[in-house]
């Protein structure tokens, strides 16, 4: 191979046998004209063995075959930069790096022990999740200063004759957090009737929605019951109708802005205490 120039010989030789296990086959080349004189036995023992991928047989398109030759050729010598590079990387230091803090160390936990029996379990041992994320971490780091070093210092790395040096063999962040992007739908229902549709769909697939909602309902009752004005059951002087009305007004007050908002807040903080993950993960919320 010379410049990207893949160079094949052509030597027309027979199949003696398939060698499954190893992906080969036993080839006899047709070089020798002596060779047709002889047994099998002695046939088998000038053959060689030949990677299937190297072996056209007559029935197949010899510029299809070359194509796919060299597009697996490309795709091994791509393989083997790739592994090079990630090697590099795997030997950087890591003394230098900054290790993950402890508010993400905080929220990795939280979302991993997402579950009551993983929380009430004393013995549950995450240092080795921990050390695993911080040498992820570190690693990302180090990818991304030498990512950053191949592109910047292309010229002096190709003088050290390094086995490659293009930082595309990285997958890149766009790869893997790919841009949002405006989508057009052509339909009637406005984007808001889509909203309360999903939204309203949403809440009642929600085990723990449904008891927020009746909690709330329950708490209802008191409240449509009570009454702001106070009506009274005989005939009163002014001064105490006052009075008695400015009692009902105080206790209705208090009975929404203390006990009906609180029964309420209670119902939600106790229904979604165990959801770690989602949109009522009411740390997050």
Known sequence: KEEGVLRVTWRQCDVMESLEAENKFLVLHRHDEKLKLRSLEALTEHAVQLDALYVCFDAEDPELYAKRLLEATQLRKRAADSIALNLYVDCMPVDNLKPLDSEQVNRILGNAINMSKLRQNSMLDTSSLLQQYNLNHMRTMNQLIFVNLLRSQQKTLEMVRSISVDPGLFQSPQDVFAARKIINIDSDISMYERSRTFKFSSLWNKMEAMHIIYQIQVENVPLDKANFFFVPEKSQRMEEFVTNQGSAG????????????????????????????????????
């Open 250 to 285: 105080n206790a209705l007050a208090t009975l929404v802005k203390e006990t009906w908002v609180n029964g309420i807040t209670a119902s939600v903080k106790h229904n979604l205490k165990e959801v770690k993950k989602g949109w009522f993960n009411i740390d997050e919320s």
